[in-house]
């Protein structure tokens, strides 16, 4: 019975998240992961653990912590592609794009068609070559050459 109600309360927490609601989902996380731990079971499902960690990170702004619970997910069920799209994602959150893209590559291993990866490495967008391909990507004179180059979205618009 309780089990039934930790999946209950996951189900309700990822319609909400998918509804925006993503204090309410946080909480349907959190509760299904404590129903779990109640019931006596050793570890909280990963995906469990995964959807809380992307909450954390998105909604509760603690990235850090939602990062330890996205990467325990992963480590623990790394078949599963929803969880690369949620460690990518809290990855990009915290401004670690090259983690990111290899997150939601190996999501996208597991499952080429995945719509969520693929939405996610969309919006990530690609990489430019860089101005002086002879020099790395991170050479102060690629870096200014490249910023002179392309002008910023606020100089666009």
């Given at each position: 019975?309780?089990?039934?109600?930790?999946?209950?309360?996951?189900?309700?927490?990822?319609?909400?998240?998918?509804?925006?609601?993503?204090?309410?989902?946080?909480?349907?996380?959190?509760?299904?992961?404590?129903?779990?731990?109640?019931?006596?079971?050793?570890?909280?499902?990963?995906?469990?653990?995964?959807?809380?960690?992307?909450?954390?990170?998105?909604?509760?702004?603690?990235?850090?912590?939602?990062?330890?619970?996205?990467?325990?997910?992963?480590?623990?069920?790394?078949?599963?592609?929803?969880?690369?799209?949620?460690?990518?994602?809290?990855?990009?959150?915290?401004?670690?794009?090259?983690?990111?893209?290899?997150?939601?590559?190996?999501?996208?291993?597991?499952?080429?068609?995945?719509?969520?990866?693929?939405?996610?490495?969309?919006?990530?967008?690609?990489?430019?070559?860089?101005?002086?391909?002879?020099l790395p990507r991170g050479n102060p004179l690629n870096v200014l050459l490249g910023k002179l180059a392309r002008p910023s979205a606020a100089q666009q618009a």
């Amino acid at each position: 019975m309780l089990m039934q109600t930790a999946e209950s309360s996951f189900s309700r927490g990822m319609a909400a998240l998918e509804a925006g609601r993503g204090i309410e989902a946080l909480a349907l996380f959190e509760t299904a992961i404590e129903i779990e731990k109640r019931a006596g079971a050793s570890r909280p499902q990963p995906r469990y653990l995964s959807f809380y960690g992307v909450s954390l990170a998105l909604v509760a702004n603690r990235p850090k912590m939602g990062l330890a619970f996205c990467r325990e997910a992963a480590t623990e069920e790394f078949y599963n592609p929803d969880v690369f799209l949620n460690l990518g994602r809290v990855l990009l959150e915290m401004n670690r794009r090259k983690d990111a893209y290899q997150a939601i590559a190996q999501g996208l291993r597991l499952q080429p068609g995945h719509a969520g990866l693929r939405r996610e490495l969309e919006r990530m967008g690609r990489r430019r070559r860089p101005t002086l391909p002879f020099l790395p990507r991170g050479n102060p004179l690629n870096v200014l050459l490249g910023k002179l180059a392309r002008p910023s979205a606020a100089q666009q618009a």
